[in-house]
């Protein structure tokens, strides 16, 4: 099947696609330091090629402060594992279970002001569900993100709305068989409902390219909407 995939790529250099994501994303505070994230998430893609459902589960401990204590900044470490069904129109599907280990340094860290580093290295365990071959991935990620918060003082009307950019970068050390993307720029706004419920939408530009033949390459738009859901 991977062999296939790489065959049919060879017929066009620049892949140019529109894609649709949406994702729900539960929060638990188990203690004071440790936290447990999940996600739920779907992704399509014009033209349509295939079509993605996504489930994630991460455990995150933050670290207590040993140094610079009055420095306004936060750490913490995580680990996770995402796994993937992705649904193909011609090409058999693909199974992806996806381990992952970061950390974040939040700094400055203000009341509303944040820009967020985050350093991460993933796994990737790639199978077609037709004759179960077998592809292997690993790749590390830096992601700088900003996010500007309104608090009703300086727009009557904006309580409660924030604006966010990220850029994120990915060194693909071991090439996965698909989907092995390099950078990634997102802008958007967003909307805290209540301390549980917020919500988020974002354009943002994703270019990702097949280094198993480094001359194929993909330029998407991406639209995505976000919910967060805090349980107490």
Not at 142 to 149: D, G, M, R, W
Request: hydrophobic share 40%; glycine share 6%.
């Amino acid at each position: 099947m991977f062999a296939e995939m790489v065959i049919g790529q060879n017929e066009a250099k620049s892949i140019e696609t529109n894609q649709v994501w949406f994702d729900f994303n539960p929060r638990y505070k188990i203690s004071d330091r440790f936290t447990l994230v999940g996600k739920l998430g779907a992704k399509a893609i014009y033209p349509k090629d295939w079509y993605k459902f996504y489930t994630s589960a991460q455990v995150a401990y933050s670290i207590p402060k040993f140094m610079l204590r009055k420095l306004k900044y936060r750490e913490k470490v995580y680990l996770g594992v995402d796994f993937y069904y992705v649904f193909f129109n011609e090409l058999p599907d693909v199974v992806e279970i996806s381990p992952y280990q970061g950390y974040t340094l939040t700094w400055p860290n203000r009341k509303r002001l944040d820009i967020r580093h985050n350093v991460e290295l993933g796994e990737r365990f790639q199978w077609d569900v037709q004759d179960w071959n077998y592809s292997f991935g690993l790749k590390v990620s830096y992601e700088a993100s900003l996010t500007f918060k309104f608090h009703g003082d300086l727009w009557k009307y904006g309580k409660g709305f924030y604006l966010s950019a990220s850029a994120k970068f990915w060194w693909n050390l071991i090439s996965a068989t698909v989907f092995n993307d390099v950078v990634r720029i997102t802008p958007g706004i967003g909307y805290e409902i209540n301390p549980k419920w917020k919500t988020a939408f974002y354009i943002g530009y994703n270019y990702a390219r097949n280094q198993i033949n480094e001359k194929i390459h993909a330029n998407n738009i991406i639209y995505r909407f976000r919910v967060y859901y805090t349980i107490n």
